[in-house]
């Protein structure tokens, strides 16, 4: 007699390798969520860096295109070294960061030229395509661009730019959402709305480059649900990637002055971790996350001390992972309609912004050559 076989996938090799081979690359390696660096280790074959570019790109918040004021949070200058030095030519800024990573790293494989400080398509379009070339040919160790903007910025002139340079090298748009919450947004000073976002990534999706969504979390008098109502909208707008971001105060802003005042409270830290294992379990789990939280440096902080201690938090947010023993997409609904299905709108480009990228001349701050 022969003995019965089990045919489960636990036992059948055969069925075991094809359920492998269906999951994702990061959960076959275990992990608990699509992390931004192995991503792109996977992808490129080895360590792969950014390094950050200020241009000299100002907002249409700024300089009254929308309004004025900027962002209640922002000051440039705590997000990115460049904006703490005198500001360089982008070539010259690309040698110098690329030295100091190779100092640090002796197994970089290439360079992402990421444009980060302000709103970096709010600039005219041959303009734009000049200085987007200029990072991308100017080391034969950059291998993609990554470009932060605006939800209002990205008229079908920029996308079809960016469609363009996609063909030859990886490129990341990288929106300001925030929130979807238009109150959220009119506290921030933003001067635009979701409907902006969702008319923007609507006619950026599917053009060969990334999307990615950038993300506050614990902005005053969201709550936990509506801080999830924006953890679903990844998954429903179809973001290839995400960051994370921890609501922090720096001096010279207006929400440093409120937070100084005893106005506003940042979140707490485990009530922070927590926040963002409840976001990633609604995220679809092919979503590349980017950043789990964000950081100042120490003479511009204010509030909180803790996302200083970013290594640390990183390590609670997968320790809080185990303890769950859940990963990034555990709690992901799938969308009614798939975002491949959505409709092309309209470009819905405020006049006021296309009028300065399609139409305008050279701004002659930025730092071309």
């Not at 005219?124 to 200029?134: G, V």
């Not at 993609?144 to 939800?151: E, N």
Request: net charge negative; charged share 30%; with cysteine.
């Amino acid at each position: 007699m022969h003995s019965s076989t089990d045919h489960s996938a636990g036992s059948d090799p055969v069925s075991a390798a094809i359920s492998d081979q269906s999951r994702l690359a990061w959960q076959a390696e275990g992990a608990r969520f699509n992390a931004f660096g192995k991503a792109l280790r996977r992808r490129h074959g080895g360590r792969v860096q950014r390094v950050s570019i200020d241009a000299g790109f100002t907002c249409p918040n700024v300089d009254g295109a929308v309004t004025t004021g900027g962002c209640n949070f922002c000051d440039n200058r705590s997000f990115s070294p460049s904006r703490r030095i005198r500001l360089q030519r982008v070539a010259d800024q690309l040698t110098e960061q690329i030295g100091r990573v190779q100092k640090r790293y002796s197994d970089v494989r290439g360079y992402i030229a990421y444009f980060q400080p302000a709103t970096n398509t709010y600039a005219p379009i041959d303009q734009l395509r000049e200085i987007f070339d200029l990072a991308l040919n100017s080391d034969d160790r950059i291998v993609g661009l990554a470009v932060g903007t605006r939800p209002d910025c990205v008229p079908d002139s920029v996308l079809d730019l960016l469609q363009e340079l996609a063909v030859d090298h990886d490129v990341s748009l990288e929106f300001g959402m925030q929130t979807v919450h238009d109150e959220s947004l009119a506290w921030m000073n933003r001067a635009h709305t979701h409907a902006d976002m969702i008319n923007a990534i609507d006619r950026a999706r599917d053009r060969g480059f990334e999307c990615c969504s950038h993300i506050i979390l614990g902005v005053p008098r969201e709550d936990h649900a509506m801080m999830m109502e924006s953890a679903v909208e990844i998954g429903r707008l179809g973001f290839d990637a995400i960051k994370l971001h921890n609501l922090y105060s720096v001096r010279g802003t207006p929400l440093g002055e409120e937070v100084l005042a005893g106005k506003v409270e940042m979140m707490r830290r485990e009530d922070y971790v927590r926040t963002v294992v409840d976001f990633l379990e609604r995220v679809p789990p092919e979503v590349i996350v980017e950043r789990v939280s964000g950081d100042a440096p120490p003479n511009y902080l204010i509030e909180p001390k803790w996302c200083a201690d970013k290594q640390n938090i990183r390590r609670e947010i997968e320790a809080e992972f185990e303890r769950r023993d859940s990963r990034q997409g555990d709690r992901y609904v799938p969308p009614e309609v798939k975002p491949s299905d959505r409709p092309r709108p309209a470009d819905a480009t405020p006049e006021s912004i296309r009028n300065r990228i399609d139409t305008r001349g050279r701004l002659p701050v930025l730092k071309m050559q």
